[in-house]
């Protein structure tokens, strides 16, 4: 392919990207809760790109959301754990979270990695993806606690169920919004490549 067709490529994930970032605010769940309008933009750039590692098949791009999904749940599951142990590991005045939450992170990975050997829940990069941004979201405001030296210090979202959902609900429906947009990218770059690639003889 000349780099004249090429060109056009680059050109119409431009306008496809252009399109995301415009509708990205309209995005259910876009609040301030969870950064707002920008950061599910990001999620659904980050899941629109996932789409592709996964290998570019509506199957897959089902298998990119449950895989989000589980890391998900693996996240809530080790903060609740985490939160839990702590005190135990420390005292009720000076809980131990950096322990707490290494043997949380240990336990939790256990059956979360055994997910590969379950069909459709077996795109392991995309269970730590989806982990990774979840941990990240549930950082970004929320409550004030007392670091070690005694300050106050801003340290996330409460780690409560409806906390919980006000993230996971908005990452999962920006994780669908990436997975459509990766299958209409493979839809109209496929159709072009074909339409500009001259036939076999």
Known sequence: ??????????????????ILMLIGKFIPGSTAAVGG????????????AVY?????????????????????AASIAIMLMGDAMAPMLGSAEA??????????VFIIVIPAISLERVPMFD????????????????T?????????AGEAVKIGIAHDMPSFMSV??????????????????????????KAVTPAAS
Not at 52 to 72: D, E, R
Not at 127 to 136: V, W
Not at 175 to 193: M, S
């Open 1 to 18: 392919m000349s780099f004249g067709k090429f060109i056009i490529i680059p050109i119409l994930l431009g306008v496809q990207a252009a």
């Open 37 to 48: 309008p920008g950061l599910l933009i990001f999620v659904t750039f980050q899941a629109w």
């Open 52 to 72: 592709f590692a996964a290998g570019c098949t509506p199957k897959n791009g089902v298998k990119v959301l449950l895989a989000y999904a589980s890391g998900i």
């Open 95 to 104: 809980p131990n979270y950096y322990l707490s939450y290494a043997l949380a």
């Open 123 to 138: 795109f392991i990069p995309g269970l730590f993806i989806g982990s990774g941004m979840f941990f990240a979201i549930m």
């Open 140 to 148: 970004l405001g929320g409550t004030v606690g007392v670091n070690e």
């Open 168 to 193: 996971a609900v908005p990452e999962l429906i920006a994780c669908a919004v990436g997975q459509v947009f990766g299958f209409i990218t493979v839809l109209w770059r496929g159709a072009y490549e």
